[in-house]
């Protein structure tokens, strides 16, 4: 892994679909941009932050992430994350993310990711599949 500097940033967007529903989870729920969603959104703008410093056959894992959604966004609004790192450990790394619909923020927090080696974690996998 290349050195990832503070600072370094990532986004991700996309326009919000019904597959990207509350609803669709559960049809009690309303039809707005779900929070799983806006999470998978934030970990993408990470992943995107730190795509430029990872060496041939290296990845990256979330570890933990902790945000708040505080708006909804309804089906056809363009939707935006960002993320910025804020510390590196060796390679172990932590953003700040942050996600905004066309109008306003919508959601804000915390994540870590952990750069690995892909063989050595698909390795570790091997025992836990089905066969």
Same mark, same amino acid.
Do not use: C, M
């Given at each position: 892994m290349k050195p990832v500097p503070v600072g370094a940033k990532g986004e991700f967007a996309q326009t919000v679909e019904t597959r990207h529903l509350?609803?669709?989870?559960?049809s009690s729920l309303a039809a707005v941009l779900s929070t799983p969603t806006m999470i998978a959104m934030m970990e993408q703008a990470a992943i995107n932050a730190i795509k430029p410093f990872l060496e041939a056959g290296e990845s990256s894992v979330g570890m933990t992430i902790e945000v708040s959604h505080t708006a909804p966004t309804p089906p056809g609004h363009r939707a935006r994350a960002e993320a910025e790192v804020?510390?590196? %450990?060796?390679?172990?790394?932590?953003?700040?993310? /942050? $996600?905004?619909? #066309?109008? %306003?923020?919508?959601?804000?927090?915390?994540?870590? /990711? $952990?750069?690995? #080696?892909?063989?050595?974690?698909?390795?570790?996998?091997?025992?836990?599949?089905?066969?």
């Open positions: 509350a609803s669709e989870l559960d804020t510390k590196v %450990e060796g390679r172990r790394l932590e953003f700040v993310v /942050r $996600a905004f619909d #066309d109008i %306003e923020q919508i959601g804000s927090g915390s994540h870590r /990711r $952990a750069v690995i #080696d892909a063989a050595k974690f698909n390795d570790r996998l091997k025992p836990k599949q089905k066969h």
